[in-house]
């Protein structure tokens, strides 16, 4: 097993054991790069499974989540860091782990992160998106949709989900009560016979 806390004590940062295979390191973002290269070169993390993001409106930043592993999968490393929202900015890694490179490329779209020195910061899923970015806390689903009444409102089937709903359960409710009249009836039938 990985001891980070000795190896790390030179590097101001937070190290916290989720348990024996699994780390959280909080970093400051002017040591994120130099501490990913560390966990690469010298511990081994060599795959870089996800990065993470989190808008943190209500602090100004994005926190962003790097989960590492080694090769033998025996151990995880999550290094975080934060960075403003405006202007926000984060060093590419793609040369580092190659599949980075879409990674990044879905969190400039998202949250409009800017990745300098990216070879591909083009569309990735939201094609010709002109709108703030869809992840951010700040921009408003609901306007955005009602932005697009046109293609919604103008339809010939287009439904009020309430009033389609409503009119549905007075449905069920009036044939409930018909079978259980149907029924009671029968019965009565059954009774006269006898």
């Excluded at 949250?111 to 990735?124: A, E, K, Q, S, Y």
Aim: with cysteine.
């Amino acid at each position: 097993m990985i001891d980070l806390a000795s190896k790390l004590e030179n590097i101001s940062l937070e190290l916290v054991e989720k348990n024996k295979r699994l780390y959280k390191v909080v970093v400051a973002i002017e040591n994120l790069e130099s501490l990913l290269l560390k966990f690469i070169n010298e511990f081994g993390y060599i795959t870089l499974d996800s990065m993470n993001y989190r808008d943190d409106i209500e602090d100004g930043v994005f926190t962003i989540t790097y989960c590492l592993q080694t090769e033998k999968r025996d151990h995880i490393v999550m290094v975080q860091t934060s960075i403003v929202r405006e202007n926000a900015t984060l060093p590419s890694i793609h040369t580092i782990w190659p599949q980075a490179e879409i990674m990044e490329r879905e969190m400039h779209e998202m949250l409009g992160v800017d990745f300098p020195g990216h070879p591909t910061l083009i569309d990735f899923a939201l094609e010709h998106w002109q709108e703030m970015p869809p992840m951010r806390r700040d921009f408003d689903t609901l306007e955005f949709v009602n932005s697009l009444d046109p293609f919604r409102g103008q339809r010939d089937d287009n439904l009020d989900v309430k009033v389609e709903m409503k009119r549905l359960r007075a449905e069920k409710k009036a044939l409930k009560l018909k079978a259980e009249q149907e029924e009671n009836s029968k019965s009565e039938e059954g009774q006269e016979h006898e």
